[in-house]
């Protein structure tokens, strides 16, 4: 019977393990259909971001007290998860306990301070599905996340909650089988942990049979749900449990008010400004296209992006756009750029050629009038607590629209003419600008 259960939970393993290295592998494979770019810079600062926004969560401490639950809920869920450690050098060498032998002295305050943990998890995680459930707050109740990402997101809270009862059931049926005597738990006996021997009160009528199937199944549960988990992350917003450590080493270093301009394109306003350089030039090779229509014209930065997005809805509430009732929501680019991204992977796996498919990022997932109402603020990318930049998306967007497809409201088209033709958004040619400050007569 040992033998078979270390055999199940081999194939458990390896196939969990498979699926999600699968995954993973199209994932890697979507995200690098971008266009090179260069983030490896500032090796210091692309590390102190790692620990001060992906594992520090600094951005989210705007609002001290959801971010003191999210910072639960995380670092509960990951530290807890070391325990899986033991779990699987029981499972796969039928030991119990393994790491009672080799730290009997701090064993059991590890247990309690994971059950403690897993206790403020719990809480935690309820909070989390009131607020969204029946307070509704608004930026988790919009029109964005009506369907699957309002799903996701409630069944990612519910499995937290059942995996921590079922590691402290899965504690209090152990321990009271040592109380008792049982065989192998006896002989690793840890004596009662705090949170867990709360529950016994409840279990102490059952017999020694039933608490012993109790174990077993608590544990088996267990596992499986945890290597669920990490192979549902993969098709979940919360990969960004994942992402968000790339995702913050690579974030651009540059102020967030400098947007990243076209070498080509400045070389022209050069040569408008002084037409002698423009022989030097004449070897420069152009860009194919400008800005992005679809994902490959996005860089790999940009997908990384959309990847790591939590779907949380702070870029969205800080959007000026969104508030005065306009179509464009930050969370929405990201969510869009991320869904395309993965019908192409569905394509992928299919092997269908999708460059053939007349089917775009722009027009099909994301309209005109929502990039066009952007105010290019850069509020967005400031509330974001994973470093994603939806208003990079924004930008190569309109200038596809602009460079490539010359489609722009009336009031820019005059703008850009009178650039064009004035060197100033102005309609008054160069020799007159200074006339409005001259009194009249």
């Given amino acids: 019977m040992e033998i078979f259960q270390q055999i199940l939970f081999g194939i458990a393993l390896v196939t969990a393990v498979y699926f999600f290295s699968k995954r993973m592998s199209l994932i890697r494979k979507l995200i690098l259909l971008g266009k090179e770019e260069d983030l490896h ?4 600062q692309r590390w102190k971001n790692v620990f001060l926004l992906a594992l520090g969560q600094k951005k989210m401490f705007k609002n001290p007290t959801v971010a003191f639950l999210h910072l639960l809920v995380y670092v509960g869920f990951i530290i807890i998860n070391i325990e899986m450690i033991e779990i699987m050098i029981d499972g796969l060498f039928g030991t119990h306990r393994f790491l009672l032998g080799l730290i009997p002295s701090l064993y059991s305050f590890l247990i309690n301070s994971f059950e403690l943990l897993a206790a403020l998890v719990i809480v935690a995680c309820v909070i989390f599905l009131v607020r ?3 307070i509704h707050v608004k930026r988790l109740w919009s029109n964005d996340l009506r369907g699957w990402p309002s799903k996701d997101a409630n069944i990612i809270l519910v499995v937290e909650i059942v ?10 049926a152990d321990t009271l089988l040592q109380s008792r005597g049982v065989g192998d738990y006896s002989n690793h006996a840890t004596g009662n942990f705090y949170i867990s ?3 016994h009160p409840l279990m102490n009528r059952f017999s020694i049979e039933t608490l012993v199937l109790t ?3 608590c544990w088996w549960l267990h596992i499986f749900g945890v290597l669920g ?10 990969l960004h449990i994942i992402l968000a450590f790339p995702n913050a080493y690579f974030s651009r270093l540059e102020p967030q008010g400098k947007l990243k301009n076209m070498p080509a394109v400045q070389k022209e306003v050069l040569y408008a400004f002084q037409p002698e350089m423009a022989t030097a030039g004449t070897n420069d090779q152009n860009p194919s296209s400008f800005g992005a229509k679809d994902i490959q014209d996005l860089s790999w930065k940009n997908l990384l992006d959309a990847f790591s997005c939590t779907e949380c809805g702070r870029c969205t509430a800080a959007c000026p756009a969104n508030q005065t009732g306009k179509m464009l929501s930050p969370r929405k680019i990201m969510m869009d750029t991320r869904d395309r991204a993965e019908e192409i992977g569905s394509k992928i796996n299919q092997g269908i050629d999708w460059k053939a498919e007349n089917r775009t ?3 099909d997932y994301i309209s005109e009038e929502e990039i066009r109402a952007c105010t290019t603020c850069n509020a967005c990318v400031e509330a974001c607590p994973v470093s994603i930049n939806p208003l990079d998306i924004i930008v190569e967007l309109r200038r596809y629209l602009i460079m490539e497809k010359s489609s722009s409201p009336q009031e820019w088209t005059s703008m850009f003419g009178n650039i064009e033709n004035n060197f100033a ?7 007159q600008r200074i006339n409005w400050t001259k009194e009249s007569t």
């Fill in 163 to 172: 995996l921590m009862m079922l590691f402290l059931k899965m504690n209090a």
């Fill in 41 to 44: 810079d500032q090796s210091f």
């Fill in 229 to 238: 988990f990490l192979n549902y992350l993969s098709w979940s917003k919360h």
């Fill in 361 to 363: 990022l722009l027009y």
């Fill in 132 to 134: 969204r459930n029946l």
């Fill in 215 to 217: 174990e077993r199944i």
């Fill in 425 to 431: 958004p102005w309609k008054f040619s160069p020799d």
């Fill in 197 to 199: 021997s709360l529950l």
